[in-house]
């Protein structure tokens, strides 16, 4: 791995420290992973195979809704599609094509997770819903449905997911108190697990055992996301991965010293690392979905606590192998270093990168106790093993200094919430290298965004790197140190700070470009707050908007900073436009409601509840001058669902947009 940064004798990262000022971790992702999916042979049936394919398809996903960049979401689309042609025509020939080592249900699990989240965040947006996919990216028929955008191929795919657990749901369940077995069940064992595993059913066979957590953790996630958006199959989806929440919360043990939880992998090997990491998405995705109802938030804290206090060696500056916090009773099959055991037979850590899937706990730390919260922890770690630091939190004797790094997929999904941390907590910095631009894409960012396609760097080399984003080569088969915007095409650059479009950028006749600078998007130079004076007076709201229509032209470099400036008046005309975008849409909290203005208008922007109930009226009946209006709504103290969010104009109903408030 190349050298992506020099790490000087003491790195200290705090919450007093912008990690974007010491490592661009997004850009990072995107120039590790892609070289690895490069060259698909999606009839791979070897183990890792599978698990490196669910895995990727969830680092996608996190990277989406980090940067809103379709980019990932069309290679997810790319991927899940080669994937599901090669399960064949029905679950069962899934079945067979990926259990190289008779775990089926481990593989397919951890394969229906990020489809079944994918169709959810597709169903959650109307945007994107009505959205065509880019041509060639899968085709335009499948089966008997017509694929158009992305919720065609969502609908499609959900039918899919939904076959597959179904199938699953009924060869594999055992009952309410096992939950699913690992392999399918006999006649016998399905009327012995039916007479509640005893009786005579069970003179004949015995009762199956229940499949360990790792493999229950990724069916209740799929069987949440889909139930939560089928209103078929809401009750027994629901209810079922419910199941599989108390089946789990039955068999965790609280650590009184530290607040934290304990748990076996089975009835033999504490839970080690890796797996844990799996594990944790049981109480995420529930709670994501469900909030108090499943798992309270001081039960979540326990969780983050078996991180901050259990993995990790506070004192020592290690990580530990198991969630017990200690270096030995785990599985001895789980070790890295090429899959040897070390010689003592216990130490097993099962990989320096793969702590990183324990990221999505950060919030629920806590922070007071920095440097040692979840997150300080982490970054840490990710910059120390993105750039082969020695020094990487691990004991000494564990794996020689070449193992220092991020291998395996599980790394690279946790290297991916990191970039989701990140980008939640910090102004950091985007960098957009070469690109053809052919469908509508909003950039934001919170601090500084460069286009740079013909800058060279550690993480991309000009005129000789591929674009990272489909198409791979450019419309008029130019070179491809460009970042090119195609005619007809809509895209929206959003930054604190600045908007840089460096040499080589070119901007076609008929494209829109539209750069937004919004000050308040990280307003108190860490993260996004809600500082004294924003957010309640609206004037203070119309920010730097520029929105051209370009005509064939090739810039200099040029940056727009907090004013507003017609980015290239020497080959531009000015275009007024009416639009109304909210983004990021889902939110963790904090969303932002974009719209233009071609006359002088009275306006109404409206937010409400799935009841009815006005949570947002501050732009009520107001005059308005024709402009450019980015309105924040501060939503951290609603409760998550859904909202609503009415633009209307002299008394005309414009847009009605769906929000969805995650957190």
């Known amino acids: 791995m190349k050298k992506l940064c020099t790490i000087f004798a003491s790195l200290l990262i705090t919450m007093n420290v912008l990690c974007q000022q010491i490592y661009s971790i997004k850009e990072s992702y995107d120039q590790i992973l892609e070289p690895q999916y490069s060259a698909i042979d999606y009839n791979n049936n070897s183990t890792n195979w599978w698990q490196s394919w669910g895995w990727t398809l969830l680092s996608y996903l996190r990277m989406y809704q980090s940067t809103q960049d379709k980019a990932y979401l069309n290679k997810f689309i790319k991927h899940a599609y080669g994937i599901q042609v090669h399960r064949g025509s029905s679950p069962a020939d899934w079945s067979a094509a990926i259990n190289p080592d008779n775990q089926e249900m481990l593989y397919t699990g951890q394969l229906l997770r990020p489809m079944a989240e994918f169709v959810f965040i597709i169903k959650n947006n109307n945007i994107l819903y009505n959205t065509n996919l880019i041509s060639g990216l899968v085709p335009s028929v499948i089966g008997t449905q017509t694929i158009l955008g992305y919720g065609d191929f969502a609908n499609w795919l959900q039918g899919r997911v939904v076959e597959t657990l179904d199938h699953y749901n009924s060869e594999f369940w055992i009952n309410d108190d096992k939950c699913y077995n690992e392999a399918p069940l006999t006649n016998c064992e399905k009327n012995c697990a039916n007479a509640g595993c005893s009786g005579i059913p069970c003179t004949f066979c015995s009762c199956p055992e229940p499949a360990v957590i790792n493999f229950q953790s990724s069916f209740a996630a799929a ?20 199941q599989i929440v108390t089946f789990f919360r039955n068999r965790v043990t609280e650590f009184p010293p530290n607040q934290s939880y304990t748990w076996f992998h089975d009835d033999t090997f504490r839970e080690d690392v890796a797996h844990g990491g799996i594990d944790i998405h049981i109480p995420l995705v529930a709670y994501l979905l469900y909030g108090n109802g499943l798992y309270q938030p001081s039960e979540m804290n326990k969780f983050a606590n078996t991180f901050t206090y259990n993995i990790w060696d506070r004192n020592n500056q290690v990580f530990h192998n198991n969630v017990f916090g200690t270096d030995n009773g785990i599985d001895p099959a789980q070790s890295i270093c090429g899959g040897t055991i070390p010689s003592n037979g216990t130490q097993n850590f099962y990989g320096p990168g793969e702590v990183l899937t324990w990221m999505p706990l950060y919030p629920f730390d806590d922070f007071s106790a920095s440097p040692n919260d979840v997150y300080t922890v982490l970054v840490t770690q990710t910059v120390k093993l993105l750039t082969d630091d020695p020094t990487a939190f691990l004991p000494p004797g564990y794996c020689s200094s070449i193992t220092h790094n991020l291998s395996g997929t599980q790394s690279f999904y946790g290297l991916s ?5 990140q980008w939640d907590k910090e102004c950091v910095n985007l960098t957009l290298y070469n690109r053809d631009v052919v469908y509508d894409q909003d950039f934001v960012v919170k601090n500084k965004l460069v286009v740079a396609p013909q800058q060279s760097d550690n993480n991309y080399q000009a005129g000789v790197d591929d674009p990272f984003a489909e198409p791979k080569t450019f419309a008029d088969n130019g070179s491809k140190d460009r970042f090119v915007v195609e005619p007809g095409t809509t895209v929206n650059f959003v930054a604190g700070e600045s908007i840089v479009f460096g040499p080589g950028t070119h901007l076609k006749a008929g494209s829109n470009v539209h750069a937004y600078i919004d000050p308040n998007i990280c307003s108190d130079g860490m993260r996004i707050g809600n500082p004294s004076g924003s957010g309640k007076n609206q004037d203070n709201l119309t920010k ?77 009946h107001k005059q308005l001058s024709s402009g450019n209006y980015i309105i924040p709504f501060d939503g951290t103290s609603f409760s998550k669902g859904m909202y609503l969010c009415a633009f209307i104009v002299n008394g005309q109903p414009i847009k009605t947009e769906k929000i969805m408030l995650l957190k």
């Open 417 to 421: 919430e990191v970039v989701k941390a």
């Open 544 to 620: 730097s908007i520029v929105d051209t229509s370009y005509k064939d032209s090739s810039l200099s470099t040029l940056t727009l900073i907090n004013k507003k400036e017609n980015i290239s008046s020497r080959d531009s005309s000015f275009l007024t436009f009416r639009s109304f975008i909210v983004y990021p849409n889902p939110t963790n909290g904090i969303v932002y409601i974009a719209f233009s203005l071609d006359n002088n208008s009275i306006v109404t922007l409206k937010i409400t509840d799935i009841m009815g109930h006005e949570v947002f009226s501050e732009i009520n």
């Open 223 to 242: 069987l949440f996301f889909i139930g939560y958006i089928d209103p078929i199959n809401f009750s027994n989806y629901t209810h079922k991965a419910e």
